[in-house]
């Protein structure tokens, strides 16, 4: 390529007025291509390219196992490791044996595809989905007798290739994954096939070269589709004479796939009219709907019409509310691509990938840079998010500032004009609203400035106001519908007219609107709603609803006309019925990205051997004299960390922390490191553990049980017995654990009598543990650190269904505070040691003060119990909250739920790379601690893998990696880490809640507790004067926070309701005396009934009042009275 075209490909506006290409015969030449640009200057700039093309690459190229010894190209396929090599398809004879060797079978017809760009971008799906060949619809349970559905073989030409790859390297990776998983294809006896797909070279191949098109204003675009046209012919034209002239008995259709209207009727007007062809064609062009919908007049059992992608409304529907001649235009149109790269440049609109906010799909943000500072920019409605889906690159226009959000009349006079919006922004805000109850929440949600160190907030004058900025999206630069989602379809239910006072749900709302039958007969338009509160509806078309109503699937979005209420998809797969255990576990993980895949094979080769021995090595410290032990939950496999405690002979204590040393069989940079840091944590569900790294680490070479030798990376301490320290130490060593107790073993150690434990040496290291551990943390204490509380419980389940049976309340015992200490102990020291060597580079974890903000609906209701909640300092708070529970230890946990309810009052604490943050923003609130850091579990969190390589290059027994000497990439981990930490603890959530509907609902197959009466605590009381009177509950028995609604009040607008927004307080007088019959006011103490309740497509947990009696649904008592007098 000349200078002078890389001069013209940088102008804004290039014009091609001219193509002249030469022909040339020989088996490998070139073909040059001139072109002539004209410049928005009017100079007319000439370009000249080469390209090699060659008559000897035949009909294609497939790989193939390799059979000759010694093949060198390696692929992973289906966890085994193969030998590929490529192999050329020489003769037109060759081809007619590969396209019948496949498993396909259409009668006496055999298909073959050739494909082009926009089928490998938009239905992938279709190309990998496998057909069992029993013709039944269903894949066989063995897996191996699948076949492709829709060719006997599939042709992609590498223009197609080359092109998904520019504009999507998601698709590129899965179609190069499918033309690798073809070698794998045949049955292993020399039966047929199962897939079958040829790449073809048309780019250099002598005969699928095109003419100079006559359209002066032609784009590479056309060029493109021309080729891949070409290539159909090619094909077809082969097929034909190679039948034609064997006179065989046989049909050999070609099909040229393409969405492109324009390009199938180009494929008919170029082939020449052949009446010995049929249909006068040498091949058809079809859309992948027309292609698919007559494989399925075929053969019924297909069910792949569901699969094709969408990509416009459907105007062939017969819904009766919907006019189709006159189409709704709901949005406004997307800016075209050459005035956004202006507008861009010119810093009209900025650029930031949208992120929905998690509860709800029609608000959000999108980041962007506006000099060297990061802000975000709050987008809320419709209209200003304008199509954009959670994960879309964008291009947005900031409103002007007197749109911008800050005072609180803005707020208010914003929430008043709900009235005016839209029927999904009312839809989303509904969701947010559900009755449901649930598991509470440990902390609150995150900050973008907590998160990412983004700005939220924006000085606008001179005084330094704050606002914060609000756009709208003005185009979409980059699409994110690569996802699968979650979620189940609602079909309109055919019931009985509803009562007038029977509010209908949001989701039938817009199921009514917007599900249609086609015209085709086969087809009808549903509506899904995925479990993720930041994707709006999904509209699919689909042959099969009746058979998705009740199941959980997986859908993909395709695209987003501004002609529609909302995106159109595609269904992807059914995952079970909806409410089952394993269906609804494999939803958590979909919805919150938890990788689940089995290990990589090329993970698997980075471990040891399985006869592997752990011996003293040079450079390591041998502790194995020493009486190391570990304290965990009982059935704790992932042993991290051991402790020990010995008499120095000056008087002094040696205690030291052990680590697994995970870095020694993880070696940075490799397979299985790679794989780690993509994971970073382990996933803990209520009846299963999604590890980290393979089991072989995790549950033996590098947990520390007991009786065995391991390797350790030990931080050792010499302190007085007062708790002083005088010396540390840092060792990679190797250790003996002599024992792994439970936390309940320890402390019947630690209460055994000194008299008894002079010999004992596992009880006199414990207690020596115990009097370091309660003077550490007096000190901590002393410095402000606090003592917080979760409602967290723990199920019981049956041994063999692990269906719920009983819920119990986690027992903490004073050897859960002694682990405690000493891991805190060794974190903060750690992140000193790391960050004195690293100032810059050293991965920490802060946790930020918390907003006031945050913290005043707290203090308002802690007044209301005579408690005064300081929060300037955590020293402050730490002691404004011992004192409310001096003055609350009448009830005990109205004192711990104060503490759960400051908890919430603040954000998680996050990683960060120090470089990237001012040091008085390295503070940890919690802990009260300047620097601290995460170094005691490296099997289970990668933060701790990356400080273990910083330590060991601080203490210089290793050196550290490069990839840890980047600014950068320390970023990218950090966020990854918070990402992923924060989704296992969704996730665990989410299993705790699953598992917590079972046992509600009675279990699956009638274990578990069923409905429940329990004592609750009053959280919060909606006393707006428009509002449905309710109150929020704590329910401490099994940790469910749920909203307690007094409809039947709300119905009859009953007067002698009393709101008091002053103490927080529903009262209820009677009507003929007027005095107060009964009241509920924030921490009261009250009984509500727990179930569930059950519709079509979702499970509801509910919290129903019982007492006070004055203030419960009298239908709620009636039926307790009932249920009482049936167990009588």
Not at 65 to 88: D, F, R, Y
Not at 227 to 255: I, T
Not at 445 to 451: A, C, R, S, W
Not at 766 to 781: M, N, Y
Request: proline share 4%; net charge negative.
């Amino acid at each position: 390529m000349s200078d002078q075209e890389n001069d013209a490909a940088m102008m804004d506006e290039d014009q091609i007025i001219m193509d002249d290409e030469n022909q040339p015969s020989s088996s490998l030449h070139t073909l040059p291509t001139r072109r002539f640009y004209l410049t928005r200057r009017g100079k007319i700039l000439q370009s000249t390219t080469e390209r090699y093309l060659r008559d000897d690459l035949g009909y294609g190229t497939m790989l193939v196992p390799s059979t000759v010894t010694g093949g060198k190209s390696t692929e992973t396929i289906a966890g085994k490791i193969v030998n590929l090599v490529p192999w050329t398809i020489e003769s037109v004879s060759s081809l007619w044996n590969v396209v019948t060797s496949t498993a396909s079978s259409y009668g006496n017809k055999v298909r073959l595809a050739v494909i082009d760009t926009n089928v490998l971008l938009h239905h992938m799906d279709v190309l990998e989905y496998l057909r069992a060949s029993d013709d039944d619809g269903n894949n066989d349970k063995d897996g191996e007798n699948k076949h492709i559905a829709i060719a006997n073989a599939i042709v992609i030409p590498q223009t197609a290739l080359e092109e998904c790859r520019h504009r999507s390297l998601v698709m590129y990776r899965r179609a190069t994954d499918l033309i690798r998983s073809s070698s794998s294809g045949e049955d292993g006896s020399g039966g047929k096939r199962k897939i079958c797909f040829i790449v073809f070279a048309d780019v250099h191949h002598s005969d699928t070269q095109i003419k100079a098109l006559d359209n002066n204003d032609a784009i590479i675009n056309d060029e493109n589709d021309a080729r891949l046209r070409k290539v159909a012919w090619f094909y077809g034209n082969a097929l034909y004479n190679h039948l034609h002239d064997r006179s065989m008995d046989q049909d050999a259709e070609v099909v040229f796939l393409s969405d492109d209207v324009q390009s199938r009727k180009l494929a008919l007007l170029e082939q020449p009219s052949d009446d010995n062809v049929a249909d006068g064609v040498y091949y058809k062009a079809r859309s992948m709907r027309q292609h698919v919908a007559l494989l399925q007049k075929e053969d019924p059992t297909l069910h792949l019409l569901d699969m094709v992608a969408q990509f416009n409304s459907a105007p062939d529907s017969t819904n009766r509310s919907v006019d189709n001649a006159s189409k709704e235009i709901y949005y406004s149109p997307h800016i075209d691509s050459s005035d956004l790269s202006y507008g861009l440049k010119s810093n009209r609109y900025y650029q930031g990938t949208y992120r929905s906010n998690r509860d709800s799909h029609t608000e959000g943000y999108v980041t962007i840079r506006r000099g060297e500072d990061r802000v975000a920019v709050v987008v809320k409605g419709s209209d200003d998010i304008n199509r954009a889906v959670d994960g879309d690159v964008v291009a947005i226009e900031l409103h002007s500032i007197d749109r911008w959000l800050g005072s609180a009349e803005e707020e208010q006079s914003d929430k008043q004009k709900g009235a005016g919006k839209k029927e999904s922004d009312q839809a989303g805000e509904s969701a947010k609203e559900s009755p449901e109850a649930g598991i509470a929440a440990d902390t609150a949600e995150p900050t973008l400035k907590d998160i990412d160190n983004i700005a939220e907030e924006v000085a606008v004058d001179e005084e330094g106001q704050l606002r914060r900025p609000t756009g709208k999206v003005a185009g979409i630069i980059r699409r994110n519908f690569h996802k699968n989602y979650c979620g189940s379809i609602c079909t309109i239910e055919k019931v009985e007219k509803k009562e007038d006072n029977d509010t209908p749900h949001p989701h039938d709302v817009i199921a009514e609107k917007h599900e249609r039958e086609h015209a085709d007969g086969v087809t009808s338009t549903v509506v899904f709603f995925p479990i993720d509160n930041r994707i709006p509806p999904i509209l699919l078309r689909t042959t099969q609803r009746d058979r998705l109503v009740g199941m959980r699937i997986l859908v993909s979005i395709d695209s987003w006309p501004a002609d529609s209420e909302y995106p159109l998809g595609h269904y992807v797969k059914t995952l079970g019925v909806t409410g089952t255990k394993d269906t609804e576990t494999q939803v958590l993980l979909q919805e919150f990205r938890i990788p689940c895949e089995p290990f990589p094979a090329k993970v698997l080769a980075c471990l040891p051997p399985a006869d592997y021995k752990i011996e003293l090595e040079p450079g390591r410290l041998d502790m194995r004299h020493l009486p190391v032990l570990s304290i965990d939950p009982p059935g704790c496999k992932d042993i991290d960390d051991a402790l020990h405690c010995i008499e120095l002979p000056n008087g002094n204590w040696q205690c030291g922390v052990h680590i697994a040393d995970v870095t020694h069989y993880v070696e940075a940079g490799s397979a299985i490191d790679l794989e780690a840091a993509n994971r970073s944590t382990s996933t803990y569900l209520v009846n299963k553990r999604l590890d980290m790294l393979p089991s072989l680490l995790t549950t033996d070479l590098c947990s520390l049980k007991g009786n065995v030798d391991r390797f350790a990376f030990s931080v050792l301490w010499e302190v007085t017995p007062e708790a002083e320290v005088v010396d540390v130490e840092f060792h990679k060593s190797i250790i003996h654990s002599i024992a792994a107790l439970t936390y309940q073993q320890a402390q019947s150690l630690i209460d055994k009598p000194d008299k008894d434990c002079r010999d004992d040496i596992q009880a006199g290291a414990v207690k020596r543990l115990a009097v370091l551990a309660r003077k550490f943390r007096e000190r901590r204490i002393r410095a402000g650190a606090l003592t917080l509380a979760s409602p967290e419980v723990k199920f019981v389940l049956d041994s063999e269904s692990l269906n719920p049976t009983d819920v119990q309340a986690y027992t903490l015992y004073e050897a859960n505070a002694l682990v405690e200490e000493f891991m805190l102990l060794a974190n903060v020291t750690v992140s000193k040691k790391i960050l004195r060597h690293y100032p810059t580079l050293s991965v920490l974890r802060r946790h930020p003060a918390p907003n006031r903000s945050m913290f005043d609906g707290l203090i308002q209701k802690a007044r209301t119990k005579g408690v005064s909640i300081c929060i300037d300092d955590s020293k402050k708070l730490a002691d404004s909250l011992d004192e409310a529970g001096k003055k609350l230890s009448d009830n005990p946990y109205l004192d711990k739920l104060i503490r759960i309810l400051s908890t919430r009052c603040m954000s998680p604490a996050q990683y960060f790379c120090s470089g990237e943050y001012q040091a008085k923003d390295w503070h940890h609130y919690g802990l009260a601690a300047p620097v601290y850091t995460h170094f005691t579990s490296p099997i289970r969190r990668y933060a701790d893998v990356c400080v273990h390589r910083l330590l060991a290059a601080a203490i210089g027994v290793a050196p550290l990696p490069v990839f840890l000497s980047s600014k950068s990439h320390l970023h990218d981990l950090a966020a990854n880490m918070n990402r992923r930490h924060r989704a296992a603890q969704l996730a665990g959530r989410a299993s705790v809640q699953l598992h917590t509907l079972i046992f509600f609902a009675g279990g699956e197959e009638g274990e578990g507790g069923g409905a429940k009466e329990e004592d609750a605590y009053v959280l919060d009381v909606e006393t707006s004067p428009n509002s449905e009177p309710s109150f929020t509950v704590m329910v401490p028995r099994y940790g469910i926070e749920g909203r307690v609604r007094l409809s039947h009040i709300a119905a009859k607008d009953d007067e002698n309701l009393i709101r008091d927004p002053e103490r927080h307080r529903l009262a209820y007088k009677d009507a003929k005396s007027g005095k107060m019959k009964a009241s509920v006011a924030v921490f009261d103490k009250v009984r509500v009934k727990i179930w569930v309740r059950s519709s079509r497509d979702r499970k509801e947990l509910i919290v129903d009042l019982l007492e006070p009696r004055a203030l419960a649904d009298p239908t709620v008592l009636e039926e307790k009275e009932r249920t009482t007098k049936k167990k009588k």
